[in-house]
């Protein structure tokens, strides 16, 4: 089997590294070792005869270094010039040395790589494969919402998990709230998906590297029909729950995770992500614009406030540290572009809309006098949980069922799934067809190629689901209850992502797990 293949090939290389006259040859299979340790793993019962003659190489190595009093004359820093037999000599230490460190460096490699996955998905990068040999590890950069970023080293072997709870833990999310985010990969071209916590962060940027090389070789009307496409790693949450569910998880006393998650809320109402009525975009958008720049100041009270900004204590969470202007309103001078949703982006064209649109969201502001960036940041997420898709995830499908509705056409929808409620969505209006609450999930599953839901509710006319008779869950022992009041019905679309759509059901309804039923 491959396991098999797998410990050969180590042997092989391991042959190699016995007896081999020439110090060049065996550092250069010092390095092949790495670098297919970083590829996969050997089996457990070859592990220990590996680990046992890297420590007797250790230990021949260690005895074949030169004594302290004999350093003097062996190492090249001794400023005497030398004959061609000591720098020979000289290099030979080197080269033992550096056969030492590659014995250390490959043990430490053993160790880690049986913990991981036993194989990878995509070879190493170059760069991968000279970190790899230095023993050193990669620089990812991870963004936020709001553009910040912040370097991270990874291994050959760190997955997404542990960039995840690197970045988290560094940024002061609790442990509670970790689970709500996640790492995404996110490319130029807008689209985004959350990577599986089990997948290997190299093995992400050498999926992108190596598709990045295959465009550039490919022919120049390819390139034309597929541009070069290149990705950012984005820390952001996945999980939205309902702060109202007894058991689920909420961030409102997790000032970091507060934090990410407003990050998060602006840079969605700004690209027009969540329908929103006008009234409620300004109202936002007032509510940004004291979080940005705390108190308005206006021309009476300019003079007076401006003196107790300067003894205003700035610290975050206090109540009182709102006064951050300090001078001329930052506001007046801001586009409305950074603060209102794409969708009212018509009104900053013409002169007399936009100043009445920065009137309405002035408006707003004022009212919000003595807030401070924190409560601020939390009325901003309270106010936008009400909008019925907030931190939905869209996934384009296919109705499949039996039954389809005659308004669906060939069955186009829009899955988006939120902390609340599965709701179906019309891909051309947006408009919110159908509505099914969290709940209500009964089980679900996938296939290739599709996500089969079954939801216990009443039926909505007009709905795309089929129907399937209830013979385990029924509500004949509750009191006051009908047989025909609630039945189970089956949706079924046909979609690029049906394990995602099925895990994120799977992690949305974690609270209820006991009442749950979820098939795979």
Not at 59 to 79: C, F, I, R, S, W
Not at 297 to 318: F, I, P, Q, R
């Amino acid at each position: 089997g491959a396991e098999q293949l797998r410990d050969e090939l180590f042997c092989q290389i391991l042959r190699q590294l016995r007896h081999n006259p020439s110090i060049s040859s065996e550092e250069k299979g010092w390095h092949l070792f790495l670098i297919c340790l970083a590829c996969f793993s050997p089996s457990l019962y070859l592990t220990p005869y590996l680990i046992s003659h890297f420590i007797a190489v250790l230990n021949k190595k260690k005895d074949d270094l030169p004594k302290k009093d004999e350093e003097k004359d062996v190492t090249p820093y001794g400023g005497a010039t030398r004959t061609g037999a000591e720098a020979l000599q000289v290099e030979l230490y080197r080269k033992k040395e550096e056969i030492r460190r590659l014995a250390e460096l490959t043990i430490r490699t053993l160790l880690k790589s049986i913990k991981a996955s036993p194989t990878r998905s995509h070879v190493p990068t170059p760069g991968e494969i000279s970190s790899i040999k230095s023993g050193k590890d990669l620089d990812v950069k991870v963004y936020f919402s709001d553009g910040e970023s912040i370097t991270v080293k990874v291994s050959s072997w760190t997955t997404v998990g542990d960039l995840t709870s690197e970045v988290g833990s560094r940024f002061g999310v609790s442990k509670g709230n970790m689970r709500i985010f996640t790492v995404y990969e996110v490319s130029t071209t807008g689209e985004e998906h959350a990577l599986p916590s089990e997948d290997r962060v190299a093995d992400v940027i050498s999926f992108h590297y190596f598709d990045s090389v295959k465009s550039q070789q490919a022919t120049e009307d390819e390139v034309e029909a597929k541009p070069t496409n290149s990705f950012s790693f984005v820390f952001k949450a996945r999980l939205f729950f309902d702060c109202t569910a007894a058991g689920a998880l909420c961030a409102d006393d997790d000032e970091a995770a507060t934090k990410l998650l407003y990050a998060q809320a602006v840079h969605d109402v700004i690209s027009g992500k969540y329908p929103l009525l006008r009234a409620e975009a300004t109202v936002l958008a007032g509510i940004q614009a004291q979080e940005l720049f705390g108190n308005y100041l206006t021309d009476k009270s300019h003079n007076a406030m401006k003196s107790d900004a300067v003894k205003a204590d700035t610290t975050e969470g206090s109540s009182g540290a709102v006064t951050r202007s300090g001078g001329a309103n930052l506001f007046d001078s801001t586009s409305l572009a950074k603060f209102v949703c794409r969708e009212y982006a018509g009104d900053y064209g013409d002169d007399v809309r936009r100043q009445k649109l920065r009137e309405e969201v002035l408006r707003s502001y004022l009212k919000l006098h003595g807030l401070s960036p924190l409560e601020a940041r939390r009325s901003y997420l309270t106010l936008l949980r009400g909008c019925k898709l907030y931190g939905a995830a869209f996934y384009k499908a296919e109705n499949v069922s039996a039954l389809k509705d005659r308004d669906f056409g060939a069955g186009k929808v829009i899955i988006a799934i939120t902390g609340m409620a599965l709701v179906i969505v019309d891909p051309v209006t947006r408009k919110c067809l159908l509505e099914y609450r969290m709940s209500h999930m009964r089980s679900w599953g996938y296939s290739a190629s599709n996500v089969v839901i079954e939801i216990k509710t009443k039926r909505i006319d007009g709905a795309i689901e089929d129907t399937v008779d209830d013979e385990s869950d029924s509500d004949a022992d509750e009191p006051n209850s009908r047989a025909d009041v609630k039945k189970i019905f089956r949706l079924m679309f046909t979609t690029p992502a049906p394990k995602i759509i099925a895990d994120l059901l799977r992690d949305y309804n974690c609270p209820q797990e006991d009442k749950l039923k979820s098939r795979k």
